[in-house]
């Protein structure tokens, strides 16, 4: 038995009826900020009347209201299926079952208030609310929350609230006399033997009642016992405290610490243990166990990280009434589990949209999808939009050529455009390295390949940046004395040489991703762009980049000579070409073949080139002063730092909200 969907409307962000498909065993929400991760879990925790922290109580701030306040919404409604019920679960929920033995559950709260302002909550099993509800089913399902930034130390020690104390509860069961007994009989040996002479608390406490008959008198005056604990069940499993030994074989009763002297993070490992041997108790008691769990990662380093969720992972195959749903912003939690196991959370016109990735059509890209979604990839779950590049190069530079393109967007705002922000971060735009061409892989989690199979894909706009690589040509060798070669069959010999198209020119590509671009640009969330001419840094060069390229080139060649004269010749043009194309593109080709060489190399000349556009960008947003300045103006000069491509510039548009 299991939670197959979740119905949430006029619930916190929720104003369209938002519908939500879980997984049996384990489910791992992610999303960016204010998507709707939280109100999925307080749903739950609503409908399945977990109380631990009271969370029962409704206030006007629960109803969905819009920005501007015009649209408040009636009722809050949260609707619950149950599937995959066995016998046994059939009977005990036959009230809440259709035909089909799938159980329904429905919650509903109407926004207006009774005179002593509480909301009245109607809750009922099964397809109409004139069904037979018994309260005793909820019985049945145990519902435990961990919240997001819980004070592990607080549900270690004594007291009522106390998540030991529960679990105490649990453990003793009807056999509670035993330990009623035993802390009786320890009581009663310390505290009540009046012929031990050394008894200290014997002494004590006559010395009190003595103070108290002189104080009061008799007749006013009251008397006192000294012991350890109440000798009531639950006041002894409440004054139960933890302590922790530093090593885990340890025993040694001298070597125990205060759990008030441990990590946070630690000792939330002890708390989430403490639940864990809890749900071990219930998986003979209960029909079935919902454990929500929000942003486990808090306080816990990677490695501790990966070894919760596999651990989760485990438990959830175990147990198989239990059911955990976990939200989280970790790339490194949702890095380690299967993608079946990830849904990605999103708010959309008013509503949440839940994606699963088991429902999205991998094909044979699933098990790539599932070794790519490294630490640093999986953080497009929690992004706004994402930028797939090829490599290092783009993967640096993007970001601050993005900073160009989006102050002259701005800049140039018209009735039809709206104001974006003023960089990728802002945006909570990702760029993603895939290392290579192979976007047909990761565009199927935001493009449907296969018309013929319905599939979801992740509500989030995706640019694809590619080269163009137009192949190369044949040219023929020659002697010193230009006599053609020949090889040992008489033909001719040639080598191949790389293509340096002029601006303007489009020449047939090699790149075999180039045939992805019609299908993925017709879909609603992605967008495959490529160079016109050859590769980035070349298309880069020829936009009239050429002196700003050189000025980086020269600094970063390392010996005096031909290739730093070079780069004074080019940067003293600055960039003025005279409609001379060839030129350009000779001067271009100059640059780009002496960047992929062993002197400079890519990634470097990349993330330098990186460093001289970040200084030039800086140094016009340190002179804006917020009393005086222009914002336009200092767009305008940002803008003309250097020339962006206009495929890089409507990817970056695109992945900053599909403008």
Known sequence: MHISRLSISG??????????????????????????????????????????FSYMSIDED??????DNKYSAPEIRIDLLFESLNSDEQVTFISWCDADFKAQLHLEINANPNRKGYYKKEIWGGAAKSSIFEEETFECIDCIYLPPLRDAEEKLVNGKRSRLAQLLKKQYGDNKDTLVQSVSEFNKQITNNSEDKYNEIESAKKKINTKLEETLGQRLGQSINLQFAETTF????????????????????????????NSLGYNNLLYIATVFAELELLKDNNMMTVLLIEEPEAHLHPQLQVKFIKYLEEITRKLEHTQVVITTHSPVLASSINTDNLIHIAQKEEKIIATSLKEINLGESKNYINRWLDVTKSTLLFSKGIILVEGISEAMLIPSLAKIVLARHNKDLTGTTRMLPNSLEEAGVSIININGINFKHFMKLFVNFDSSTNSNQLPIYCSGITDNDPPKTKENIYDKNGVLKLDEDQEPLFTLVDIFPLPGEEPLGANSALLLIEEVNNSIWGRLFHSPLKTFEYDLAIEKNTSQMAEVLFNLWPKPGKVKTRCEKILLKNNVYDENDQLLAEDAKYIFKHIDVEEVGKGVYAQKLTDYLELQINKEWDRVDDTKSNIKSVYSNIGDVIKVPSYIEKAILWSCGGE
Request: net charge positive; aromatic share 8%.
């Open 62 to 67: 629960d109803f969905y209201r819009s920005i």
């Open 234 to 261: 639950n006041k002894i499993v409440e004054s139960i405290k933890m302590v922790f030994f530093p090593g885990i074989q340890q025993n040694d009763p001298d070597k125990y610490r205060d759990i008030a002297t």
């Open 11 to 52: 619930y916190k962000n929720t104003k369209e009826k938002s519908e939500i498909k879980l997984n049996k065993g384990l489910n791992v929400l992610v999303g960016e900020n204010g998507s709707g991760k939280t109100t999925i879990i307080n749903a739950l925790r609503l409908a399945l009347r977990e109380n631990e």
